[in-house]
C-alpha cells in the first residue's frame, strides 16, 4: 500500500491538448474550477486553451474564419493561474449560447441543418487541436455537453471524437447528481447579509421589503438565504401546490385547450398578509420576505405578454417585476384587511452575489471538480460523464445517460422536497402563522 505522501503513480496521457469552456451564469469559485482543471493538465504536460466566451465563438466557426488567440481562446499557463483559486469572476468569460437549441430529439442529431452548429462546436475545437472538452456550467450547459456527445457518437469509425466531460455549476443548486454546487454556499452567504441588513432597516422604518431572489426553477438559493438571512418567510416554486396551485386555460392556434398551472395569487398573497399580522400579534410591525425569481413562471400570463425568451427556453426573469408585482398586491390586500397602510417596498436581489469573493468550501469544492475532470479523463479515461463529490468531497462520475432523459435531451430539476427536513426547517424557523 502506498504511503499517503509518496509520488502519484506516472500515468500514460491520451491527449496533448485540451479545452475548457465555461458557460450560462457567473458562479462563485468558477476560477477555483478553471485554474485546478488547467493546473492538473499542465503538470502532466497538457496544453490547456480557455475557450473564451462559453461557446459563443465556437457556434459560429467557419474554416475560412479561423478562432483568434486572445479573442476566441487563452493558452492557460502557470502565470496566468497563479492565485486564481479564490479570485472574483471567471478567467475566460461565459455566455449563454445554446448550439444544441434546433436538437430537440435524438433524431435531430441526424438532421444536418438542426445538428450544423453542435458541426461548427466540433470543428471549431479541431481547428484548434483540441482533443478533449471540460465544459462548466448549468443544467442546460450539461444539455449541451450531453449533445456533442451523443453527436459524435454517429461518425465513421475513422473519425476522432472529442470525449466530453461536464463540471456541475449553478448558485441555484438545483443539480441531480450532486449534493451542493460550486458557488452555492458564497452566495447564500452574501445574500443572507443583504437580508440581515433589509431587516435592520424594515424594523426602523415599521415596514416590509419583498427581497426577489435568484432561483429559476427550485428554491435553494432562496431557501438557504431566508434561513440564514433570518427571513420572515420564503415562498419558491415547490410551495405552489395544493390550494396555492390552479390552472389557466391557453388557447392554441389549432383550436385545443391547453391547461398550464398557475400560482392562485390571491391565495399566496393572502399568505404574506397572515405572516405580516401575525407578527404584529408579537409586537413586530416590519419583516422581510423573500421569493424566489422562479415563481415569475407562475403568473398568470396577463403578466408575461411580450416577455422575450432566451435560446433555452426561459423567460427574461430580468423584464419582470415580481417583487414589485407582490408589493403592491400584499399593499392592497393587507389595507383591505386592516384599514391601514404598511410601507411594502420590492427589491430584486442575486446578480450581486454571482461574483461574490468565493468562501473557503466553495474554492475546496470548485477545485476538486476541476481536478476531477483530469482524473475522469485522465485516469479513468471517461467520456460522457459529470464530476460529482460526496462525503469527504470524494470523486465520484455520473454518466449523461443517468442525468439526461435519452428521449427528449432534457435535463430533470432537482426540487426541494416538501417533506425534507431542509424545507422544514425553513417553515420551523419563520414567522409561526396560525390560521
Not at 186 to 200: C, H, K, M, P, S
Not at 299 to 309: K, M, T
Not at 320 to 326: A, R
Request: charged share 25%; aromatic share 8%; net charge neutral.
Amino acid at each position: 500500500m502506498a504511503n499517503a505522501l509518496s509520488s502519484p503513480i506516472k500515468k500514460t496521457i491520451p491527449f496533448k491538448r485540451v479545452g475548457i469552456l465555461f458557460a450560462g451564469g457567473p458562479a462563485p469559485a468558477a476560477n477555483a474550477v478553471i485554474s485546478a482543471a488547467a493546473t492538473s493538465f499542465l503538470r502532466a504536460g497538457v496544453e490547456v486553451l480557455g475557450i473564451k466566451h462559453g461557446y459563443a465563438s465556437l457556434a459560429d466557426f467557419k474554416p475560412e474564419s479561423p478562432l483568434q488567440e486572445g479573442r476566441d481562446y487563452i493558452q492557460l499557463l502557470p502565470p496566468l493561474l497563479a492565485r486564481t483559486r479564490s479570485s472574483q469572476g471567471i478567467l475566460i468569460g461565459t455566455s449563454r449560447t445554446n448550439p444544441g437549441k434546433y436538437v430537440q430529439h435524438p433524431a435531430d442529431l441526424k438532421d444536418p441543418e438542426k445538428s450544423k452548429p453542435l458541426r461548427r462546436v466540433y470543428d471549431g475545437l479541431r481547428s484548434l487541436d483540441v482533443e478533449a472538452l471540460i465544459s462548466i456550467g448549468g443544467d442546460d450547459t450539461l444539455k449541451t455537453a450531453n449533445k456533442l456527445k451523443l453527436y459524435q457518437e454517429q461518425f465513421s469509425a475513422g473519425e476522432k471524437r472529442i470525449p466530453v466531460v461536464h463540471l456541475p455549476k449553478t448558485i441555484d443548486n438545483d443539480y441531480h447528481g450532486i449534493d451542493f454546487t460550486f458557488g452555492f454556499f458564497t452566495a447564500v452567504d452574501f445574500l443572507a447579509g443583504e437580508l440581515r441588513n433589509l431587516i435592520y432597516d424594515a424594523e426602523v422604518t415599521r415596514s416590509y421589503f419583498i427581497a426577489e431572489t435568484m432561483g429559476r426553477s427550485a428554491g435553494w438559493l432562496a431557501y438557504g438565504a431566508a434561513i440564514a438571512g433570518e427571513s420572515s418567510l420564503v415562498i419558491s416554486v415547490e410551495d405552489i401546490e395544493d390550494e396555492y396551485r390552479t390552472h389557466e386555460v391557453v388557447p392554441r392556434p389549432d383550436g385545443i385547450q391547453q391547461h398550464r398551472p398557475v400560482m392562485d395569487l390571491g391565495k399566496v398573497v393572502n399568505r404574506i398578509v397572515k405572516t405580516m399580522l401575525a407578527r404584529e400579534r408579537e409586537g413586530k410591525e416590519y419583516g422581510v420576505i423573500v421569493l424566489a425569481e422562479g415563481l415569475a413562471e407562475y403568473l398568470p400570463l396577463s403578466y408575461l405578454e411580450g416577455v422575450r425568451r432566451d435560446d433555452h427556453g426561459h423567460i427574461s426573469i430580468s423584464e419582470i417585476d415580481l417583487c414589485d408585482i407582490f408589493s403592491e398586491l400584499v399593499s392592497a390586500e393587507y389595507s383591505l384587511q386592516t384599514g391601514k397602510k404598511r410601507r411594502i417596498k420590492g427589491l430584486q436581489l442575486g446578480y450581486e452575489s454571482r461574483c461574490a469573493k468565493p468562501h473557503a468550501f466553495d474554492v475546496m469544492l470548485g477545485s476538486q471538480l476541476g481536478v476531477g475532470a483530469y482524473r475522469a479523463l485522465v485516469e479513468e479515461r471517461l467520456n460522457g460523464v459529470m464530476v460529482s463529490v460526496s462525503g469527504q468531497l470524494d470523486l465520484h462520475y455520473e454518466p449523461f445517460e443517468k442525468l439526461v432523459n435519452p428521449e427528449n435531451l432534457v435535463t430533470v430539476v432537482r426540487y426541494i422536497r416538501s417533506s425534507s427536513d431542509f424545507h422544514r426547517l425553513a417553515r420551523f424557523l419563520e414567522t409561526q402563522v396560525t390560521d
